[in-house]
């Protein structure tokens, strides 16, 4: 493993850039998708789901707590930043006829509330749930999910231009 991979932490990297390499390609296809389609909400199931996976919240949390070495360059989200230019052209129709567009300073504070509560919720939501007298399954997580959608569109519609 070594071998190819330099160390254990080389090979979770190397698993984890992958794993964003793809979504960040798979969202491309989703936006085309929604803008086709007129379905913006499943373009945002879709991200919300991608963030609050557990397997990825897991790997992205060893490497912060184990890897070193790991190259500091655009941090976590430079996929994603980097999907979001490519599909910078793509936002007039996503929004739908004669909505605003977003800022892009709103669409980046979305992906941080994104990226926060979703790692919050699959690092936390065991315990949490338990703490609540709750059994954590995939009924609960949809419902967090959900809720965490229609926190997204509030502050959206709050910060709108106009």
């Known amino acids: ?29 989703q936006i085309d998708a929604a803008r086709e ?13 991608y ?10 949390l060893w490497l912060r707590l184990h890897d070193a070495d790991r190259p500091r360059g655009a941090g976590e989200g430079g996929a994603a930043a980097r999907a ?3 599909a910078g052209p793509r936002a007039p129709a996503l929004a739908g006829a004669g909505a605003p567009v977003p800022e892009r ?18 690092i936390g939501k065991e315990t949490w749930l338990r703490g609540l007298g709750l ?7 949809a419902t967090f999910q959900q809720l965490l959608l229609d926190a997204l ?10």
């Open 105 to 122: 300073a709103t669409i980046e504070l979305l992906v941080l509330l994104t990226l926060s509560a979703g790692h919050g919720w699959a």
């Open 51 to 60: 963030v609050t996976d557990p397997h990825r919240v897991r790997l992205f």
């Open 37 to 49: 389609s007129g379905d913006v909400q499943a373009l945002q199931r879709f991200a919300v789901a």
């Open 135 to 141: 059994t954590p399954g995939p009924e609960i997580d």
């Open 1 to 29: 493993m070594t071998h190819y991979f330099g160390t254990y932490a080389g090979l979770v990297r190397e698993v984890f850039v992958r794993r964003n390499r793809l979504a960040a390609a798979t969202i491309l296809e």
């Open 153 to 162: 569109a509030l502050v959206a519609r709050a910060r709108a231009p106009g």
């Open 84 to 86: 979001g230019r490519r």
